[in-house]
């Protein structure tokens, strides 16, 4: 249907087309025929550790990166490149560091790549997470940049380069890099590569050129993100920081109307992709009825009867605004009273980079506020908020979800935030209610949420307030409209739009290969000519 579009000249309406794994196949069949589809994140989608008896267990991370890209190489078949961190990783993969996933179903190859704790200490916990993580959110935690830890994010970067050039079937693959652990792996890949397509996306925000400045090494970063064939981003706010930083520190030609950057002889686009997530959620097929669901999340947290359940779950982190919601839930019980005893907030927070001191803090501060909370205005088996610090399975979350009459996602900077997008996809019943942060990625597509800013306390305890006593009747209406659009723009969606701009941007290499081979008119106003053409050839598509 896209392709008859194009052909007739018409606009493309991406909503027209049913996107599915099916879809996905379709596009590598026809428009990168023979194409080696390769991921490389940091996350892997299956973690193997060994169990105190010594036997293996498989364990699937709730991660909305994993929940979002482990579908699309499974309909790829292509190859998963991933930090081996699992106690049992290495016993389970073959003289290739290679395991076939998933293990019952096996359609894909997990590649791992091992890292001594030094590496790790310096490339992840470093320079990705005290350094890029707040340089990138907007939560008012200073970065921290050390020279042995770029030397480490560095010397990571290379050494997954070289597994991607080992993994590679042949010199043309399509190399999808996720995320700011990354952003020197482009460049390195070209390098090695020239006729790969790399396509990066950051999944989470980039700042403005300002803010940016900050890095010792905004230079190198710029210069290796620019490696990419495609730099996504999930909102086109975010894209156009991406374009102002290179605009401001890199020598280089921003075509603004081709969202294109021109850069040491190479066009990269610059585009907004809003990641989503997998549609249907496979994951509903084994959970029973949101009756029964309801049931048994009250069971096992001692949930009052008649009390209103809300819920939030993410990792234990300072961008996510749990303690904003603490704050929140006790201005509801200031301003309305008669609340006190009819609301249980349960916060399901996974550790997450605990040796970091600005996670040690939050981790406290979190468990204190909670027990204050408990000890003001609790009484009886009656506890306002349930604090459960630990890791949860993408199940155990998706009868979380369906049990809660509120979710809340208060993130104070986010690139999207998918728990909004799997509330949504979790409740066919189509009831709760999303109160959802401005700051998050996903407010720009569910309007039907209640919108609030996590910094006004006072806003969101009456949003808090509007939730707890919308009736049935607006309840449906807003889940309706949230779930059509997120069954419109699933995650098949979200990797078709990159595959499709792929697909193009190999056509035109293509076809430029072949124009060169042609001999070409000589002298300056001929080259003028000639590279006005190349130049729109490679960008003027989209």
């Known amino acids: 249907m896209l392709r008859e579009f194009e052909k007739n000249g018409q606009s493309v309406d991406a909503a027209l087309v049913t996107w599915s794994p099916e879809t996905l196949r379709k596009i590598l069949a026809e428009d990168l025929p023979d194409a080696q589809v390769i991921v490389v994140s940091n996350r892997e989608p299956y973690i193997h550790n060994e169990t105190k008896d010594g036997e293996v267990e498989l364990v699937v991370p709730a991660s909305g990166l994993v929940s979002a890209l482990e579908p699309i190489t499974r309909a790829c078949a292509g190859t998963w490149i991933a ?171 921003i075509e603004r109307a081709d969202a294109a950057i021109s850069y040491g002889g190479q066009v990269t686009l610059v585009h907004s992709y809003p ?96 027990e204050e909370l408990n000890q003001r205005y609790g009484g009886g088996s009656y506890r306002p908020v349930v604090m459960v610090a630990e890791h949860h399975s993408q199940l155990s979350v998706y009868e979380l979800y369906r049990a809660a009459d509120i979710c809340m996602v208060t993130s104070l900077h986010d690139g999207m935030n998918l728990v909004a997008k799997e509330f949504v996809a979790s409740r066919d019943d189509e009831q709760g209610v999303l109160l959802l942060s401005t700051f998050a990625g996903a407010s720009r597509e569910l309007l039907e949420a209640l919108i609030v800013n996590p910094y006004d306390a006072a806003m969101m305890s009456e949003a808090m307030l509007q939730a707890l006593t919308m009736g049935p009747d607006e309840q ?15 995650v098949y969606r979200w990797a078709g739009s990159m595959l499709l701009d792929a697909a193009r941007l190999r056509k035109r290499g293509d076809l430029d290969r072949v124009t060169a081979s042609y001999d070409r008119p000589t002298g300056p106003a001929s080259d003028n000519v000639v590279s006005m053409f190349e130049r729109k050839q490679a960008v003027g598509f989209r």
């Open 275 to 370: 990641i989503s997530i997998e549609w249907p959620a496979e994951l509903l097929k084994c959970l029973p009825s949101v009756e029964e669901c309801r049931a048994r999340v009250r069971r096992r947290f001692k949930i009052p009867a008649g009390a209103k359940l809300c819920v939030g779950v993410e990792r234990l982190d300072y961008t996510k605004g749990i303690l904003d919601r603490f704050h929140a839930l006790e201005e509801l019980f200031i301003r309305h009273p008669e609340m006190v005893g009819n609301v249980v907030f349960l916060q399901i927070a996974a550790p997450s980079r605990g040796t970091l001191p600005a996670y040690k803090q939050l981790h406290e501060e979190c468990l204190r506020y909670a």
């Open 476 to 490: 449906h209406e807003r889940m309706r409209r949230m779930r059509e659009i997120v069954r419109d723009n699933n």
């Open 83 to 253: 930090y081996g961190g699992g106690t049992a990783d290495r016993r389970v993969v073959d003289r290739n560091d290679r395991v076939e996933v998933p293990p019952d179903h096996p359609s894909y190859t997990l590649r791992r790549v091992w890292l001594s704790d030094d590496e790790y200490q310096g490339y992840y916990l470093g320079f990705a997470n005290e350094g890029l993580w707040p340089l990138c959110h907007i939560a008012f935690t200073r970065p921290i940049f050390r020279e042995s830890d770029w030397e480490a994010y560095e010397a990571v970067n290379r050494k997954f380069a070289e597994t991607v050039v080992a993994e590679a079937r042949n010199e043309r693959p399509i190399v999808l890099v996720q995320d700011y652990h990354f952003a020197l792996l482009p460049r390195m890949i070209r390098e090695r590569l020239p006729e790969a397509i790399v396509i990066t996306f950051w999944h989470i925000p980039w700042p403005n050129s300002e803010v940016f400045s900050i890095c010792p090494w905004r230079e190198r970063i710029l210069d290796g993100l620019l490696g990419s064939s495609i730099v996504g981003f999930h909102t086109q706010f975010h894209a156009n920081n991406f374009t102002e930083s290179v605009d401001r520190f890199m020598e280089s030609r």
